[in-house]
């Protein structure tokens, strides 16, 4: 069943960031506005779902299990696909201490409790028969069932599908080039110790066609995308800067330049430090015209070794974003620009 419009209430501050975070769940779910069956549950899904710890803890409210829950964290159905034992018995330990600034509450497991939990979380996953998944179609194809098997929109987006717990994957054939996608899904720890995705142990042919289909996403489901901002602004009523923080988390500007704009994502080969330089800087010193021309035209890294392959330029996103949304972006951009400082004689 699609959703039936209804006036917004008006709210603001505090009461849309509360509003937000108790619909955001259910307004990115990819069942939402979708009419579609819903998938068929396996009995350890179930089973984790009713496990009184995760219903003490209300797990549900940030994660999916089975076919239903939040999507603020990970899908969970494939958890033990991606993720070992020791892994899971460390992040439930200590979320923070694995991936710093998590908003994965520690919730101080007892011995028993966190031994339960990892039994229970490493017994949700799927047999992959990849050399079926590879029999047959192009490339893309090929490719494009390995991403469902495997559960990629567990963590990423394509589209108004999926998760933002990693980059949105809509644009990331347009940003990323293949041997790029190549290297980073072969070890992604080995290009970026502290990254939050697993190294999976794909096989070349699975590489091949991952690269394939992810550089296939050339933006084509933006205006599913779009759509589904524009329907979480409408229930929301949110703010233009908060329309704009959607809009960047969907060109997944924050791959290169970091969350808020902060910086410090490798990009080899990029002058001065092989580093993407922090937006936030560059805020300081362009106006609304010149930062409009850069998203709207792209701009070239400078290169510390004319003989070594390019960094990553940032690309054109002209037909990504329209007017508003380019307004929108840029007030969200002005927003996490460096305060300036006020004289006093005091």
């Given at each position: 069943m699609r959703p039936t419009l209804i006036p917004p209430r008006r709210f603001s501050g505090a009461g849309v960031a509360l509003i937000a975070l108790a619909f955001l769940p259910v307004?990115?779910?990819?069942?939402?506005?979708?009419?579609?069956?819903?998938?068929?549950?396996?009995?350890?899904?179930?089973?984790?779902?009713?496990?009184?710890?995760?219903?003490?803890?209300?797990c549900i409210t940030c994660h999916t299990i089975g076919n239903e829950g939040g999507t603020v964290g990970p899908n969970l159905n494939q958890v033990g696909n991606r993720r070992s034992a020791d892994w899971l018995r460390r992040w439930l330990t200590d979320p923070n201490a694995v991936?710093?600034?998590?908003?994965?509450?520690?919730?101080?497991?007892?011995?028993?409790?966190?031994?339960?939990?990892?039994?229970?979380?490493?017994?949700?996953?799927?047999?992959?028969?990849?050399n079926a998944l590879l029999a047959g179609g192009t490339p893309v194809e090929k490719g494009r069932r390995l991403f469902e098997n495997y559960d990629c929109?567990?963590?990423h987006r394509i589209g108004r599908e999926g998760r933002f717990v990693g980059p949105d994957l809509t644009w990331v054939g347009h940003r990323k080039r293949e041997d790029w996608e190549a290297r980073?899904?072969?070890?992604?720890?080995?290009?970026?110790?502290?990254?939050?995705?697993?190294?999976?142990?794909?096989?070349?042919?699975?590489?091949?066609?991952?690269?394939?289909?992810?550089?296939?996403?050339?933006?084509?489901?933006?205006?599913?995308?779009?759509?589904?901002?524009?329907?979480?602004?409408?229930?929301?009523?949110?703010?233009?800067?908060?329309?704009?923080?959607?809009?960047?988390r969907r060109l997944a500007c924050?791959?290169?330049?970091?969350?808020?704009?902060?910086?410090?994502?490798?990009?080899?080969?990029?002058?001065?430090?092989?580093?993407?330089?922090?937006?936030?800087?560059?805020?300081?010193?362009?106006?609304?015209?010149?930062?409009?021309?850069?998203?709207?035209?792209?701009?070239?890294?400078?290169?510390?070794?004319?003989?070594a392959p390019a960094p990553f330029d940032c690309p054109a996103y002209a037909e990504a974003v329209d007017e508003s949304e380019l307004a929108d972006l840029i007030l969200y951009l002005r927003a996490l620009a460096p305060k300036k400082k006020k004289w006093s004689f005091q």
């Open positions: 307004l990115a779910s990819p069942l939402f506005g979708r009419d579609k069956e819903e998938r068929k549950e396996l009995p350890a899904e179930k089973q984790l779902r009713d496990n009184p710890i995760v219903k003490e803890k209300q991936k710093p600034g998590t908003k994965m509450p520690n919730f101080g497991f007892s011995e028993r409790e966190l031994t339960a939990l990892v039994e229970a979380l490493s017994r949700m996953r799927r047999d992959i028969n990849v929109a567990a963590c980073w899904l072969r070890d992604p720890p080995a290009y970026k110790p502290v990254t939050f995705m697993p190294k999976f142990g794909f096989s070349e042919p699975e590489i091949a066609a991952l690269t394939a289909f992810l550089h296939d996403q050339q933006g084509q489901a933006n205006t599913k995308s779009r759509r589904w901002e524009q329907t979480v602004a409408y229930y929301l009523d949110l703010p233009a800067k908060e329309r704009g923080k959607l809009v960047y924050w791959s290169c330049h970091g969350e808020d704009a902060a910086g410090g994502i490798r990009n080899d080969n990029q002058a001065p430090d092989g580093v993407t330089p922090s937006l936030r800087k560059a805020l300081a010193v362009l106006d609304d015209a010149a930062l409009e021309r850069v998203i709207r035209d792209g701009s070239r890294a400078g290169t510390l070794d004319p003989a």
